[in-house]
């Protein structure tokens, strides 16, 4: 159905030779050629993605306050923001759905066409709910092997009913365009790897999804708010 990730990154470093090394770097730093197998490792990439989400909703909320616009209503808004952070829901993710980390970059083009096909803005009220249906969408379309709904569901702290309906409200916002080719990969990882020279981290709580603020392992479970609208 899709492609493997690693076998993207070596397309990548084959079409520019010339300037592989630097590529390689890069994919390297981020922690994209990392294997999951071994020693449990967070890849540089989830920090890197997370400050940038977080800027994004910070700015898009100061904006709006501003300018008092009202946001777009979907079924990824939550009716409030409990206290969790995107990077503390970043890492969850990878640390449960053993999903390769080229996954967060193509899940990053993912929802960057999905945000770019609608009027709904980056908020506290629906990073979470866009970013587990799309690392979850990401999963399926790169890597060969993946969980089915029930255990993203789990992972992301819905309900398996909440999350396939937002799995194909995602799909047809985005025209069901999941290919996404080697120079555009290359292009969002440049990105984050700009991220990390920009300076500015943003360490504030962004809300979207109710989860306990510890997951024991004896309790791993979490519970999500309703959403606006469905």
Known sequence: MGFNSMQLISDMEALSPDTGSTELEIYQTLGLKESRKGVF???????LLSSLLERSVQ???????????????TIFHGLKPP???????????FKYSACSPSCFV??????????????IHLTSLNVHRLLITSV????????????????????????????NRLEM???????FRLQVNVNTFGKYCYRLEKESSDGLQVERA???CRIKESWSSKDDSTTCASTIAR
């Open 169 to 175: 409200k995602f799909l047809f916002g985005i025209d």
């Open 59 to 73: 700015k898009n909320e100061i904006l709006m306050e501003k300018t008092e616009i009202k946001d777009a209503v």
């Open 41 to 47: 490792k967070i890849p540089r990439v989830l920090m």
């Open 206 to 208: 962004i809300q979207a």
């Open 83 to 93: 206290p969790v952070s995107i990077r503390q829901y970043v890492d969850r993710i």
């Open 106 to 119: 193509v899940a990053h083009v993912y929802v960057d066409r999905f945000l770019q096909q609608t009027d």
């Open 136 to 163: 979850m969408i990401a999963a399926k379309f790169v890597d060969d092997a993946f969980f089915n709904n029930g255990y993203y569901a789990r992972v992301g702290g819905v309900s398996t009913e909440e999350l």
